[in-house]
């Protein structure tokens, strides 16, 4: 081989290792999305869509009810009458759910309905008994704030996963189904990582917010 011959080679040989190190690394790890079933992609898509909007609506509902709540000061409230609801036997909560209704003690509070109504109440209390509540001005009552903030900043949490799973598997049916050549972008190992780490800080933010409320 002449030497102009063995340059050329070395030329290219050396144009081919520059352009597999420019080239994205892929994820090795198992993959779950399977092209050929874009009808499972969609439907997961839809179901992670739909829960994470409920979620973060009923979330920010407990956000906003804490709010009002911690607007007024702690109130008595006097019963007048309780209700107790027995889950079903699929429900894996055995508890009976206990609503409790009455009117506030001290007069004026702020709370703008006559009848209160205690959700959640600790026990069937009787009647003319005197609890210490927090309310909104709508006469909606817990016996604490974190009544309230615990459940919000869970499904706020909740929410913000099951919608971004929902976004994620869409983009990749979409990707797949309108511009295939993009499809090794969701493989990089980059990619993957960055994903992780999203919902790896999501949850672990919804768990300092929930320790924190």
């Known amino acids: 081989m002449s030497r102009r011959r063995q340059e ?6 050396a144009a081919r290792r520059e352009q597999e190190k420019k080239r ?5 790890g198992s993959d779950r999305f399977d092209p050929d079933r874009p009808g499972l992609g969609i439907a ?15 979330g920010t509902g407990n956000l906003r009810a804490m709010n009002d709540a911690d607007s007024l000061p702690q109130l008595r409230m006097t019963v007048s009458s309780c209700e107790s609801v027995t889950p079903p036997p699929s429900s894996r909560n055995r508890q009976p759910e206990i609503t409790c209704f009455g009117r506030g003690t ?11 109504h205690l959700d959640e109440a600790p026990d069937v209390l009787r009647s ?7 309310c909104t001005p709508g006469g909606s009552c ?3 704030l974190d009544d309230w903030g615990l459940p919000g900043v869970f499904q706020i949490t909740l929410g913000v996963l099951l ?3 929902g976004l994620y598997t869409g983009s990749r049916v979409l ?18 990582v960055a994903t992780l780490v999203f919902f790896a800080t999501v949850l672990v933010l919804g768990i300092v917010a929930d320790v924190l409320v």
């Open 8 to 13: 050329a080679h070395a030329y290219r040989a």
């Open 24 to 28: 994205p690394r892929m994820w090795n």
């Open 44 to 58: 997961i898509s839809l179901i992670g869509l739909g829960l994470g909007t409920v979620a973060l609506v009923l």
């Open 106 to 116: 001290d007069g004026p509070s702020g709370v703008t309905t006559e009848q209160w």
């Open 128 to 134: 003319g008994q005197v609890v210490n509540v927090r």
């Open 142 to 144: 817990r016996t604490d």
């Open 163 to 165: 919608l971004s799973a």
């Open 175 to 192: 990707t797949h189904r309108y511009a295939p050549w993009h499809d090794d972008f969701f493989r990089r190992r980059s990619t993957v």
